[in-house]
């Protein structure tokens, strides 16, 4: 068994998100890391109806629950330690961090003091109260190939940001071109054209500043001592599997401000020989481009689960 684990983006997050993981000892000391950054504990910080799509309260929810649901995984392999199974890791956006997280380089506390910090630089540079006086944005594109999305997001002033399969893409860009841009793709044929709700361009060169200053806050980021065996880290800018820390770290600054190849990641998983996959983290958007680019393997989102047992089990089968 080769298991691929995805660490999710922003954009799930709901008052249900921490379900599973809630009363799971070896996860406790993961809320209470994020508690003093979040000002009270992310169990209780969904259940209020407060904004958890604000950019930096959904960073660092988003690490926690990727961060929490791997103490699952980690209980699967510990229970099978005779035939551990094969684990390759990458995340999407904010899940980038989270994974390297689980590959064992940073701690968790390390993780979540810098999604904190990566959302802080994102917003200093783009946000809303930035001071460009630009409200910006990202919309997703569906239905028409990726170069030629790409070109029209550069016609109406916006910019390529992730490419996720050979006919969906997200551009980023100020709000009023990306409404054009979405009317103009959904008139060329787009099955799918719409801004999320995200308010800021990630990943495009307008977070250029943004990259420059996450990359001097991960160079004094302790490093940590990988288990061993570790599982496999794939860069979740281009699918590259990060042999070198400094090379990985260069590339999680990086994709601030560079297109992210989430597209290429898959296939890098598909090469790995993935045969199960498993979202960890908010949603399921992740488990749903897995299954259409990895049709042979067999994928589910930790959501799927009813119980964390489950998850552990459904694990422990496959190997």
């Known amino acids: 068994m080769t298991l691929a684990i995805l660490l999710s983006g922003q954009g799930g997050q709901h008052s249900g998100m921490f379900d599973l993981t809630a009363d799971r000892p070896e996860a406790q000391g993961i809320f209470a890391a994020a508690t003093p950054l979040l000002g009270q504990d992310p169990r209780d910080l969904v259940r209020t109806g407060a904004d958890l799509h604000a950019n930096r309260t959904g960073q660092i929810l988003c690490?926690?629950?990727?961060?929490?649901?791997?103490?699952?995984?980690?209980?699967?392999?510990?229970?099978?330690?005779?035939?551990?199974?094969?684990?390759?890791?990458?995340?999407y956006s904010i899940g980038d961090l989270a994974a390297f997280g689980c590959a064992g380089l940073f701690a968790p506390e390390t993780v979540l003091d810098l999604a904190a910090a990566r959302a802080e630089a994102m917003d200093a540079?783009?946000?809303?109260?930035?001071?460009?006086?630009?409200?910006?944005?990202?919309?997703?594109?569906?239905?028409?190939?990726?170069?030629?999305?790409?070109?029209?997001?550069?016609?109406?002033?916006?910019?390529?940001?992730?490419?996720?399969?050979?006919?969906?893409?997200?551009?980023?860009?100020?709000?009023?071109?990306?409404?054009?841009?979405?009317?103009?793709?959904?008139?060329?044929?787009?099955?799918?054209?719409?801004?999320?709700?995200v308010h800021i361009p990630s990943h495009t060169p307008l977070l250029a500043e943004a990259s420059a200053r996450f990359a001097e806050r991960l160079a004094e980021a302790p490093l940590a001592t990988p288990p061993r065996p570790a599982?496999?880290?794939?860069?979740?800018?281009?699918?590259?599997?990060?042999?070198?820390?400094?090379?990985?770290?260069?590339?999680?600054?990086?994709?601030?401000?560079?297109?992210?190849?989430?597209?290429?990641?898959?296939?890098?998983?598909?090469?790995?020989?993935?045969?199960?996959?498993?979202?960890?983290?908010?949603?399921?958007?992740?488990?749903?481009?897995?299954r259409a680019a990895l049709p042979d393997a067999r994928v589910h989102a930790l959501e799927d689960f009813r119980r964390s047992a489950g998850v552990i089990q459904w694990i422990e089968d496959g190997a």
């Open 125 to 197: 540079v783009a946000g809303p109260d930035s001071g460009r006086g630009i409200p910006y944005g990202l919309a997703g594109l569906r239905g028409l190939p990726a170069e030629r999305c790409f070109a029209m997001a550069g016609e109406h002033g916006c910019h390529p940001a992730i490419r996720n399969a050979v006919d969906s893409v997200v551009v980023g860009g100020p709000v009023e071109a990306l409404d054009r841009l979405c009317a103009a793709a959904l008139a060329a044929g787009a099955a799918r054209a719409v801004r999320l709700p």
């Open 63 to 91: 690490c926690v629950a990727g961060l929490a649901a791997w103490t699952l995984v980690q209980a699967a392999q510990a229970s099978q330690a005779a035939r551990p199974a094969r684990v390759v890791v990458a995340g």
């Open 231 to 290: 599982p496999r880290l794939l860069s979740g800018l281009d699918g590259a599997a990060v042999f070198r820390p400094e090379v990985g770290l260069a590339k999680l600054a990086a994709q601030l401000s560079q297109t992210l190849d989430w597209a290429a990641c898959l296939e890098s998983i598909g090469e790995f020989g993935a045969d199960h996959v498993l979202e960890l983290g908010p949603g399921h958007a992740l488990a749903t481009m897995a």
